[in-house]
């Protein structure tokens, strides 16, 4: 396991020894052509962002980011910028979920989008920045990492001291992770329950089912194939899984409905992300040669599925898709994969979603932590008053998208306050 925990750091320490001395083409300003925007960034400027980042108060950050890089006379100097605007973005988010400071505007506090397009708008000025000094392209992808990682809560994952809690009673530790909007070319205005509840919950605590105290951290994804193949999960997770009680891996799922997911399946089904691009293959890790078909749950998910967690029914989904042993078509199986069998869909299908739940489970066996509680939790589709359903002529929040995306965040917190007290 020693082995394995150091294994997961290489990829930031060599990130670290990225220089700045070689001399690159320095990007243009935004606007002129030279610098080419990211499908996520060219979305910025379409209506809905727009609107959601001022109804918000977050439409000053990108321009002030941008003023601040350009008076960064180093590199040094650059990082500190980045970093401080990443955290401030983070930070700023959870607390406008929280209720805490000013609201920035009348979009509802509980919204992730903000977060979302503030987080898109300073890549894209980071991307465009043209510093006084040589910057390598090695250079400028650590900063984009480090805004990355620092606005996503990702690097933020702090618990208390066990005996934190009241009259010294034992703290517990509860990991939680969501993910940003996707499908953005359906419907710009998306928002994903996942992601908000991840800003709802973060650095929060809860009373489990058995009485005890419990703290929850969180941190947020990307809807990104490359950014999973390239380690963020593990990088993100496997410091902070020896020390938790319980994790889960949370995302939007199907309408009407929460899902435990069983078993997760080692397949890409190649559906687009929010760059448009797709990936059918199976599912890249270090040590392919020990990599399983399938991980199982170890959530406790009969005791989630037969509490009263909200207004949501609650499902243990143990359908798979699987090539069986010797065979090349695909096959639905409603009780679970067969002895053999290659994967095509886990219970919560080959995108993303399933392919986070992998990662992390996979993760949690190579650490050892076979014993410890988690897996992934589907939450229903969050959906737009019927009045509002056309994209075109929608509005970017309503009345009862609000109440579904609040009414989502309170039952994935009474879903963990069973999963962490459960025996």
Do not use: C
């Not at 959601?52 to 100097?77: K, M, Q, T, V």
């Not at 650095?203 to 380690?231: H, I, K, N």
């Not at 994209?391 to 970017?396: K, L, Q, S, W």
């Amino acid at each position: 396991m020693a082995s394995l925990r150091a294994a997961l750091a290489l990829p930031l320490a060599a990130l670290s020894l990225a220089l700045v001395a070689a001399p690159t083409a320095p990007a243009a300003a935004a606007g002129t052509g030279a610098v080419t925007p990211t499908v996520e960034e060219a979305r910025l400027d379409r209506a809905a962002p727009r609107e959601i980042l001022r109804r918000s108060g977050f439409a000053a950050l990108a321009p002030e980011f941008a003023r601040a890089l350009d008076r960064a006379g180093s590199f040094a100097a650059a990082e500190q910028v980045v970093g401080r605007y990443g955290a401030g973005l983070w930070r700023r988010a959870v607390e406008r979920a929280q209720g805490r400071g000013d609201a920035g505007g009348d979009l509802s506090r509980d919204d992730d989008r903000p977060l979302y397009w503030a987080r898109i708008a300073l890549t894209r000025e980071l991307r465009a920045w043209e510093p006084g000094f040589t910057v390598t392209e090695e250079g400028r992808a650590r900063l984009l990492d480090r805004l990355e990682r620092s606005s996503r809560g990702q690097d933020s994952l702090r618990f208390p001291d066990r005996t934190e809690g009241k009259a010294g009673q034992g703290v517990k530790r509860i990991l939680l992770t969501g993910f940003d909007p996707f499908t953005l070319d359906r419907d710009t205005r998306i928002s994903n329950p996942s992601g908000a509840t991840a800003l709802a919950l973060d650095g929060t605590w809860l009373r489990t089912a058995d009485g005890s105290l419990a703290r929850v951290e969180t941190a947020v994804f990307p809807v990104r194939w490359q950014d999973f193949a390239d380690g963020t999960v593990e990088r993100t997770l496997g410091p902070r899984l020896p020390d938790v009680d319980l994790f889960t891996t949370v995302s939007q799922g199907r309408p009407g409905r929460f899902d435990i997911e069983r078993t997760n399946g080692a397949w890409r089904g190649g559906f687009p992300d929010n760059e448009n691009l797709s990936r059918t293959e199976t599912v890249p890790v270090d040590d392919p040669a020990t990599q399983p078909q399938w991980t199982s749950t170890t959530l406790p998910y009969a005791a989630i599925t037969a509490a009263p967690t909200g207004r949501f029914p609650v499902y243990d989904n143990t359908s798979v898709t699987e090539l069986p042993a010797g065979g090349d078509t695909p096959v639905v199986r409603p009780d679970g994969p067969t002895p053999g069998s290659r994967a095509r869909a886990g219970g919560g299908g080959n995108y993303l979603s399933n392919e986070i739940a992998y990662r992390a489970t996979l993760l949690r066996d190579r650490l050892g932590l076979t014993r410890l509680p988690g897996g992934h939790v589907h939450t229903p589709v969050l959906q737009f008053g019927p009045d509002n359903t056309d994209p075109a002529t929608g509005t970017v929040t309503d009345p009862v998208f609000v109440r579904n995306r609040l009414d989502i965040i309170a039952q994935v917190r009474a879903i963990l306050a069973v999963a962490a007290g459960a025996r």
